[in-house]
């Protein structure tokens, strides 16, 4: 009940008014993209994962309130990169206590 994916899977596709219907009607306190593609798409921009990953942007869903997007590295980039496991983690730990599934 708490985690719903949404794979991505054509590059040309807008998916953002789809992702908000979606929004809208499961009320998410937090989305999180994996990976520069789906977070551009979401975000409909075209900055650097690097410079943006764990940060907390807000949006808004008509009639629904807020929810927040956390963009995070694509789990293979973490694979092939084993410096950036701390970085992830790190990511993921300021969602968890936003969620308050940390003290």
């Known amino acids: 009940n708490e985690v719903m994916?949404?794979?991505?899977?054509s590059e040309a596709k807008d998916l953002s008014a789809e992702?908000?219907?979606l929004a809208a009607?499961?009320?998410?306190e937090v989305m999180i993209t994996l990976g520069?593609?789906?977070t551009n798409k979401i975000?409909?921009?075209?900055?650097?994962?690097?410079?943006?990953?764990?940060?907390?942007f807000t949006r808004a869903v008509a009639g629904s309130g807020e929810f927040h997007i956390v963009p995070l590295f694509h789990p293979s980039i973490i694979e092939?990169?084993?410096?950036?496991?701390?970085?992830a983690w790190s990511d993921m730990q300021k969602i968890m206590k936003f969620l308050?599934?940390?003290?």
């Open 36 to 38: 520069a593609l789906a």
């Open 19 to 21: 992702i908000m219907s």
């Open 43 to 56: 975000l409909k921009g075209n900055d650097r994962l690097s410079l943006i990953h764990g940060q907390f």
């Open 25 to 28: 009607y499961f009320k998410p």
């Open 5 to 9: 994916i949404y794979p991505i899977e």
């Open 80 to 87: 092939s990169n084993q410096n950036m496991k701390k970085t």
């Open 100 to 103: 308050k599934k940390l003290p």
